[in-house]
Each structure stands twice: as structure tokens, then as C-alpha cells.
């Protein structure tokens, strides 16, 4: 079976962390975060992946490359402007004769692809839908169903008590070929709002796939964060078996340093004499912490460098990130690429510097 990656998104939502890369990119657990999904696909005898990009596709190109370092074999397919999650489908359509599973390239989870296969050739249905189920449903398109699962109705963000489903598009499908003739070519077309009512209003037999697993939508600061410590906590299993230690490769940690909870550093980071951090802490490779930090819930990415009596509390700091002596970084913040920050600064908390 073949996947199909919508990994085209700018996260504009996550600016200014995707200035520089796209949202599939961005790094969990120092690694960018499709590495996640395709470490999922994997697992589930999954190998043949097609990617469908649209900005800053040579960030993803260039690291994946054919995808044969992961045992996998990766084809990619370029829009010249974005064309919605079934518009993006349907630009790869030549590609697709068989059964093949789609996958919003925004979204980490553990959901059991194979049981999900399963149950869409039990059902023998022309689309599944990945459901999920949420406590309050008036925010997202819900999705009923009858008693064996067959779609029945869509909704999109009903009042309170206009339905008693609480059960919402997880983001990923698995469809049969067909089902996509009708998706106008070169046109911008989503599933939610566009494919997946007609095909229920011509009488195609979709189903809805119930799981519980984890789940987030890694497009918000909040979820970003989130599923780092997630991660770290042991909240969400990595799907990869390529997980470093708590300490990359010539990574120095001073002996007069004191480290606490969950911390994970990448290679050739250096932490300085009576510097504290406080887990869940992340640290990409070659961050540099001089002396006498305080450094509690945040993550760094690449080549941060700070100097010495130096706070910084629940941020997030971006690759290349220049931090003077006696600076605060108040909680919440969110520091860019490439940003300096000169000495004896005080960076009020919820900051977003680019």
C-alpha cells in the first residue's frame, strides 16, 4: 500500500519557527517530525511514500532524499500553489491504482494504521475516515455514524446539542482509487468540505474508523511543545527505534552543573559550571550553555549559544540563536533563527522575536 504525505503547509500559525523550514520540518525530539510518521508507516508495513510539497520543498527533499536510508522509498510531487488536501491528492493520482492511505502531514499518533486497513477491507468501503473523539465537538467538523460504523451525516462545528457525536475527522484516510475521479485537476479542493459529502451524497459507502490513540495537531506553539514533553515524559512512545541518549555524541556537561528531570541533549552541546536545568528540557545539537544558567521546560533547537547567568523558562529558541550575559527570557517565549540578543536583556514573558 502506498501513502500519500500532504506535508505542503507553511505553519503560519507556527511563525517564526517556519521562516526558514516547513512545518513537517520542525524538529521533535531533534529530529523534524515527519521522521515520526514515517517511522509509524514503517511499523506498519508501510514503505511506499509520496510527499506532496509546496513550500520550501527542498528542506524536505534534501533530507529525505529516495528515503532508502530509512528502508523506504519516498517519491515527491510539487505544487505550484496550494491545492487543498484533496486537490493535493488528486495532483498525484497517476501514481494511485490500488488501495492507498492518506495522511495530513501536520499530525503525530500511535493510531494502528493496520487495524484501520482492516476494517476499511472488512467494510468493503470506497473511504475510510480516521475518527476521533473530543469533549466538546462545536469547534471541528463532526462526523456521524451508524451502529456498524457507515457515515451517515457531516457536520461542520454544530451548536451544543445539535448532535450527539462527539467523534471528528482525524486527518487520515484510507480510499480506494475512483474515489478520487471526481476532484477537479489544478483546483484547489478539500476533502472535508468537498469529496467526502459527495461521495456520501452519491451513495459511495464511507465508514468511520474509531481509535483512541495519541493524537495532536503539532501546528499551534502550544502542541508544539506539548508533544516535545510528551515525548520526553513518556506520555507518547516515539514510533522510532533510532532515539538518541540523554546525551548526544561529545556532548560536555560541567561536573559542577546540576541537571533535574527529563532532559535530553543532541551532539556537541556544552553546558557550563553552575549552570541548572530543570527537565523536561530539549537540546538540539550544538548548544552551547555558559555558566551559571537557569534553564527550565524549554527547547533549543541547533547552534544556540548563551552566555553566562543567563534565565530562560518554557521557550522555545531557534537554531542559531545568540544570547548576551544576564539576560531573562520570561516564560512563553518564542526566539526565531538567528536572533541576538545583546546583554542585560529582560524578555518579557509570551515574546515572539524574529
Known amino acids: 500500500m502506498k501513502a500519500v504525505i500532504l506535508a505542503g503547509g507553511e505553519g503560519v500559525r507556527l511563525r517564526p519557527l517556519t521562516l526558514n523550514m516547513p512545518k513537517p520540518m520542525v524538529p521533535i525530539f531533534n529530529a523534524p517530525f515527519l521522521e515520526i510518521m514515517l517511522a509509524n508507516l514503517k511499523n506498519h508495513s508501510i514503505n511506499d511514500v509520496i510527499m506532496t510539497l509546496c513550500y520550501l520543498p527542498d528542506r524536505i527533499q534534501e533530507y529525505f532524499g529516495n528515503g ?30 490500488s488501495t492507498f492511505i492518506v495522511l495530513n502531514g501536520d499530525i503525530v499518533t500511535d493510531l494502528d494504521i493496520s ?7 472488512e467494510k468493503k468501503a470506497k473511504a475510510t475516515i480516521f475518527l476521533r473523539e473530543v ?5 471541528f467538523g463532526v462526523v ?19 448532535t450527539s457525536s462527539n467523534w471528528i475527522n482525524g486527518g487520515i484516510y484510507i480510499l480506494e482509487p475512483d474515489t478520487i475521479n471526481p ?18 451524497e452519491s451513495g459511495q459507502s464511507v465508514y468511520g474508523f474509531r481509535q483512541e490513540p495519541y493524537w495532536i495537531d503539532v501546528g499551534t506553539y502550544s502542541n508544539y511543545i506539548k508533544v516535545n514533553m510528551d515525548i ?6 516515539h514510533p522510532s527505534d533510532n532515539i538518541s541518549s540523554r546525551y548526544g555524541e561529545n556532548t560536555s556537561i560541567s561536573p559542577a552543573s546540576k541537571i533535574y528531570g527529563n ?49 530562560i523558562t518554557d521557550s522555545v529558541i531557534g537554531n542559531r540563536v545568540s544570547i548576551g550575559y544576564n539576560v531573562v527570557v520570561d516564560s512563553g517565549c518564542i526566539i526565531g533563527d538567528d536572533v541576538v540578543i545583546e546583554n542585560s536583556q529582560n524578555i518579557p514573558s509570551g515574546s515572539i522575536l524574529e
Open 68 to 97: 532508502h536510508s530509512l528502508d523506504m522509498n519516498i517519491e515527491y510531487v510539487l505544487e505550484t500553489s496550494p491545492l487543498g488536501t484533496a486537490g493535493a491528492v488528486k495532483n498525484v493520482e497517476a501514481a494511485l491504482d
Open 115 to 121: 487495524k484501520m486497513i482492516q476494517f476499511h477491507k
Open 144 to 162: 456521524e455514524t451508524d451502529l456498524d460504523g457507515k457515515v451517515s451525516k457531516f457536520l461542520e462545528k454544530p451548536e451544543p446539542g445539535v
Open 183 to 200: 476532484i477537479p485537476s489544478d483546483t484547489f479542493y478539500m476533502f472535508e468540505k468537498g469529496l467526502f459529502p459527495y461521495l456520501l
Open 263 to 311: 532532559v535530553r541533549f543532541g551532539d556537541k552541546c556544552k553546558v557550563g559550571s553552575g549552570t541548572t536545568i530543570d527537565g523536561p528540557s530539549i537540546f538540539g545539537n550544538g548548544c552551547n550553555l555558559g555558566d551559571n544558567c537557569t534553564i527550565a521546560g524549554s527547547i533549543f533547537w541547533e547552534s544556540v549559544d548563551i552566555g553566562d547567568n543567563v534565565s
Open 135 to 139: 469533549d466538546n465537538p462545536s469547534s
Open 232 to 237: 520526553l515524559d513518556e506520555n507518547y512512545r
